[in-house]
């Protein structure tokens, strides 16, 4: 009897399953399609890499014109890689942010641009680019790439390339701000350096092809109308609303004159000024040596910049690949996290890491009516060696490094009425018509509140030292290595009062440096490094023992050492065993902390969480088997 009951509610026991997963699957159908046009979304990730940041939102939400946005894809193509398949669904969920929260102001179209038609056609004008797949370049052109325009003008992004997905968003952000914008900002660059690109030398010699523009350069060419201002003249022009200096060297005092009135008048600068300017070396065929320009104008405000001395940070120390292979840490190459930026300033608040390489420190406490924000600054286990030291081993630097228990100022800002570095006005006067000279009206103070942005480090913005370039389908593309694009490009944009692209931007790259093992490697490498200095010391206290025996020697003694002398050298060798003994034991206590460390983020991150679930089921399971129980 028993056994026939429970043949009869094997199948019931089916059949109510059935159901249950039935009348699930109709309640999830029907609520989707109740709450599909209220399109509410969760982006489930850390850095919410799938919401439109505010940036992005604040520039939409302010459109007063209709911006068409034409994405041009060939979805048809039959060697279309799977790659660009997937990346073009990302790009179309991206764009229907941009729809959504733009609303009826912006027009989103998606054409297919087929061989011989009308869609392809309208690419070409755009000016989106077909490349073919092909090696050879005999294939269908394929086209992937969005135009977006506005009021007759149009901004493209010719090829979208799959590497360059963490900046689609900000591409898309800046093309709709420069389409709307009534005027592009006039930026004008002042360097020394080979920024603009060019010959490094005379082309008859170099028998090569120019050098392309600093990457910096040709990102600021997307959003600003951007000029070159000669090092060696002596005005700047008055429509020029913002200057870029990178290292500006060899400046005559009409040229600092011209930049002390364009500061008066409310004008912002943004100087990169470097002790030690490695790009430079590179690309020009006589170096220059360090230094820059600025010592006039940084004196009338109250600041210095060391440009003999560079900035050394042993906790900062960034682990480089040497010639020969060999990993060792850098302590003039330096790391900076956000623990290093002043976060509270917009244009540094969504970075994470910059590379400085070989910085200078700024000092001095500015003039009466300018106040002073230290943007970026170095641990407190830091100090300052010569320039020429700078090209020695990293080992060698941190054994001469005298750390001065203070953080070095690595770039600041100055806002609020500047004084004038030329207070008997200009060192050039022009000559009157009757062959006299003329003096010429010069402002003493700011007419209106002005703003300079000084950073120590010029090699930051040098290619090899913030993207890594590649080819893709011949296109050049470059990707952020740090933050040190994000962190030149938000500064002009905030000195020129565009600060929406400040946060868009810096999604980018996104590094998150493992500051505790940092700090573990800094303390045992001055552990080190204290060892190391005591052994040495010990050598040459010995080496002058033996040297002064030497000299006390007898005439006609034939030993080479003496029996005082050998037992001074017997010493010696069983001192340096015992030390090199304790450098081996701190290394080994070092690698145990680091590991331990490594171990248990890796359970936190792998483990905790499935013995989580497992504790929880089995919990689970025990109270739902004493309720059986007790029934």
């Not at 296109?475 to 994000?486: C, F, G, K, M």
């Not at 050492?561 to 450098?583: C, I, N, T």
């Amino acid at each position: 009897m028993m056994n026939s009951n429970r043949k009869k509610q094997k199948p019931a026991a089916w059949i109510g399953s059935i159901a249950g997963i039935l009348i699930v699957a109709a309640i999830l159908i029907t609520l989707n399609a109740i709450l599909k046009p209220l399109n509410w979304r969760w982006d489930c990730t850390e850095d919410k890499r799938y919401t439109l940041s505010q940036g992005s939102e604040n520039i939409l939400k302010h459109l007063d014109k209709v911006v068409s946005l034409r994405f041009y894809y060939s979805r048809d193509a039959a060697d279309m890689p799977v790659f660009l398949k997937n990346y073009a669904s990302r790009v179309e969920d991206l764009l229907g942010e941009f729809k959504r929260a733009g609303g009826d102001k912006i027009d989103l179209r998606q054409l297919n641009p087929t061989p011989d038609s009308d869609e392809e056609d309208s690419a070409v004008l755009d000016g989106v680019s077909g490349r073919p797949l092909d090696m050879f370049g005999s294939g269908d052109p394929i086209y992937f790439g969005v135009a977006v325009s506005c009021g007759g003008r149009t901004a493209v992004l010719p090829f979208l390339s799959p590497e360059n997905e963490a900046q689609l968003e900000y591409d898309l952000a800046r093309a709709i701000t420069e389409v709307t914008a009534d005027r592009k900002v006039k930026l004008g660059i002042l360097s020394s350096l080979p920024v603009m690109g060019g010959y490094s030398a005379p082309p008859m010699m170099m028998n090569s092809a120019p050098n392309p523009p600093w990457w910096i350069v040709t990102e600021l060419k997307r959003n600003y109308d951007v000029v070159e201002i000669p090092v060696s003249g002596t005005e700047i022009a008055s429509d020029i609303d913002v200057i870029l200096a990178l290292q500006p060297q060899n400046l005559s005092d009409g040229m600092l004159f011209a930049l002390d009135q364009f500061i008066l008048r409310g004008g912002k600068v943004l100087a990169f000024l470097d002790p030690f300017a490695v790009s430079g070396m590179r690309q020009q065929p006589y170096p220059q040596p360090g230094g820059s320009s600025f010592d006039k104008l940084l004196k009338a405000w109250g600041i210095e910049f060391n440009s003999g001395k560079i900035v050394a940070d042993r906790k900062l120390a960034t682990r480089l690949r040497g010639p020969y292979g060999n990993v060792e840490s850098m302590p003039t190459v330096l790391t900076l996290g956000k623990a290093e930026m002043d976060t509270a300033i917009p244009a540094l608040s969504a970075l994470n890491t910059l590379l400085l390489f070989c910085p200078g420190e700024f000092s001095g406490t500015p003039v009466e009516g300018l106040t002073q924000t230290v943007l970026l600054h170095s641990s407190d286990d830091a100090g300052l060696v010569e320039s020429f030291e700078a090209q020695g081993s990293g080992e060698q630097i941190l054994k001469n490094l005298k750390p001065e228990n203070r953080e070095f100022a690595l770039a600041l800002q100055l806002a609020g009425t500047f004084p004038t570095a030329f207070p008997d006005g200009s060192p050039e006067p022009p000559a009157a018509e009757d062959g006299k000279e003329k003096k010429a009206d010069s402002l003493k103070k700011s007419t209106q509140p002005g703003a300079v942005v000084l950073v120590g480090d010029a090699d930051m913005l040098f290619d090899s030292f913030c993207v890594r370039q590649g080819n893709f389908l011949g296109q050049t593309v470059a990707q952020p290595i740090n933050d040190n694009l994000s962190f030149a490009l938000n500064l002009v944009d905030q000195l020129s009062g565009d600060e929406n692209l400040f946060e868009i931007r810096a999604r980018g790259a996104s590094s998150r440096p493992f500051t505790v093992v940092r700090d573990l490697q800094a303390k045992a490498e001055k552990e080190f490094q204290g060892k190391i200095v005591q052994l040495e010391e010990e050598l040459r206290t010995v080496q002058m023992q033996i040297d002064e025996l030497q000299r006390k020697r007898k005439p006609g003694e034939k030993e080479l050492l003496s029996s005082e002398q050998r037992k001074v050298l017997a010493d010696f060798r069983r001192k340096e065993v015992e030390a090199r003994k304790e450098l081996k034991q701190v290394r080994r206590q070092l690698r145990r902390e680091i590991d331990s460390l490594e171990n248990t983020l890796i359970f936190i991150n792998i483990a905790l969480m499935p013995i989580l679930v497992v504790a929880a089921g089995i919990t689970v399971a025990a109270v739902k088997r004493r309720r059986s129980a007790h029934r």
